[in-house]
């Protein structure tokens, strides 16, 4: 099984927004272990270990969002140029989500649509890697970097609804609260990053069919390319992470993005000791639970975010998941 890797021009961006903040870069390459050969061509890869040391060096500064603000486009490569020539915010977005594994599978937030008394959303979330999360400033660094991308493709309909930090709030919070200029909540279970969903129906000033055709040809030949170091049942996961908040995932359209037959996927997850409906079963538990942890969603909410038609269906679904009911688990947390 082939290393985990990154797509070099984010190791190669973060850098140089660094070194715009007069950091040392060549000492941080050196102590990373970057080697050159890494990152002489954008659309090369560099071994995962070796980004996220520059991330741990990076985050003795204290500057992560400044780092974030500056990054944005530019560090998301062949797939950031792309997403400035397609025809909507919503529509790149979108393709953003299919090709996302060429920087690294699961960096790019999943998007969900919620709707509440405030509002109608769209809102990125990410789960963060707890040793980030204990580090800070690349949890900052991300936020960051996706509010920067927004303004670049939709300018100023890009305008932050709200943003949750999976960390303690600090004992000065201005400084990212101001960065930010919109409510913030701490101590969230997932990063996340809400904005009006009209948003999505913006049309990108930039839009030409023909440049976008190219350059997502380009990036979706590097996505072919990966090493094959995934299990089939990873790579559906990864599509039904995608596909939880458009509804019921469908073993059709997974097979359509990974290019495979419905017989020929089927055949290859019961070769792996599992099936379809298993694997939907296991991504909407694990989201549950996440969901769930955030007190502002209710639980009828919750079940819309995992595509399920009705609340009661996802009711009867947590019970033989937990053995309890959605409220009742949250009032054993409660008491915990």
């Given at each position: 099984?082939a290393s985990?890797?990154?797509?070099?021009?984010?190791?190669?961006?973060?850098?140089?927004?660094?070194?715009?903040?007069?950091?040392?870069?060549?000492?941080?390459?050196?102590?990373?272990?970057?080697?050159?050969?890494?990152?002489?061509?954008?659309?090369?890869?560099?071994?995962?270990?070796h980004?996220?040391k520059?991330?741990?060096?990076l985050?003795r500064?204290?500057?992560?969002?400044?780092?974030?603000?500056?990054?944005g486009i530019?560090?998301?490569?062949?797939?950031?140029?792309?997403m400035q020539?397609?025809?909507?915010?919503?529509?790149?977005?979108?393709?953003?989500?299919?090709?996302?594994a060429?920087?690294?599978?699961?960096?790019?937030?999943?998007?969900?649509?919620?709707?509440?008394?405030?509002?109608?959303?769209?809102?990125f979330?990410?789960?963060?890697?707890?040793?980030?999360?204990?580090?800070?400033?690349?949890?900052?660094?991300q936020?960051?970097?996706?509010?920067?991308?927004?303004?670049?493709?939709?300018?100023?309909?890009?305008?932050?609804?709200?943003?949750?930090l999976?960390?303690?709030?600090?004992?000065?919070?201005?400084?990212?609260?101001e960065?930010?200029?919109?409510?913030?909540?701490?101590?969230?279970?997932?990063?996340?990053?809400?904005?009006?969903?009209a948003?999505?129906?913006?049309?990108?000033p930039?839009?030409?069919?023909r440049?976008?055709g190219?350059?997502?040809?380009?990036?979706?030949?590097?996505?072919?390319?990966?090493?094959?170091?995934?299990?089939?049942?990873d790579?559906?996961?990864?599509e039904?992470?995608?596909a939880?908040?458009?509804g019921?995932?469908?073993?059709?359209?997974?097979?359509?993005?990974?290019?495979v037959?419905?017989?020929?996927?089927?055949?290859?997850?019961?070769?792996?000791q599992?099936?379809?409906?298993?694997?939907?079963?296991?991504?909407?538990?694990?989201?549950?639970?996440?969901?769930?942890?955030d007190?502002s969603?209710?639980?009828?909410?919750?079940?819309?975010?995992l595509?399920?038609?009705?609340?009661a269906?996802?009711?009867?679904?947590?019970?033989?998941?937990?053995?309890e009911?959605?409220?009742g688990?949250?009032?054993r947390?409660?008491?915990a």
């Amino acid at each position: 099984m082939a290393s985990p890797s990154v797509l070099a021009a984010m190791t190669m961006q973060v850098l140089e927004a660094a070194a715009s903040l007069g950091a040392d870069v060549a000492a941080i390459r050196e102590e990373a272990g970057l080697e050159d050969e890494w990152l002489a061509d954008p659309d090369g890869r560099v071994p995962l270990e070796h980004h996220l040391k520059m991330w741990e060096i990076l985050a003795r500064r204290g500057d992560g969002l400044q780092v974030g603000a500056r990054i944005g486009i530019p560090a998301l490569g062949v797939i950031g140029y792309a997403m400035q020539h397609e025809a909507t915010v919503g529509e790149a977005l979108a393709w953003q989500q299919r090709v996302g594994a060429v920087l690294y599978p699961g960096l790019v937030p999943q998007l969900e649509r919620r709707r509440d008394a405030a509002g109608d959303y769209v809102v990125f979330v990410r789960a963060m890697v707890p040793a980030f999360a204990r580090l800070r400033e690349p949890v900052y660094a991300q936020a960051a970097a996706v509010a920067a991308m927004m303004r670049a493709i939709a300018g100023a309909a890009a305008k932050l609804s709200f943003v949750a930090l999976p960390m303690s709030r600090p004992p000065d919070p201005r400084a990212v609260e101001e960065h930010f200029a919109c409510p913030v909540a701490w101590d969230a279970p997932l990063l996340q990053l809400g904005f009006p969903a009209a948003v999505l129906a913006v049309p990108l000033p930039r839009s030409d069919p023909r440049l976008f055709g190219y350059l997502a040809r380009r990036a979706e030949d590097m996505l072919a390319r990966l090493p094959d170091g995934a299990s089939w049942a990873d790579r559906v996961r990864r599509e039904i992470a995608g596909a939880l908040a458009e509804g019921e995932p469908r073993l059709a359209a997974v097979a359509r993005r990974l290019a495979v037959s419905e017989r020929t996927l089927h055949r290859r997850l019961l070769d792996e000791q599992t099936n379809f409906a298993g694997l939907v079963d296991e991504a909407r538990h694990a989201r549950a639970l996440q969901l769930l942890a955030d007190r502002s969603l209710s639980a009828s909410e919750v079940a819309f975010l995992l595509g399920y038609a009705e609340p009661a269906a996802f009711f009867r679904a947590f019970k033989r998941w937990t053995g309890e009911t959605p409220q009742g688990w949250r009032k054993r947390g409660e008491s915990a």
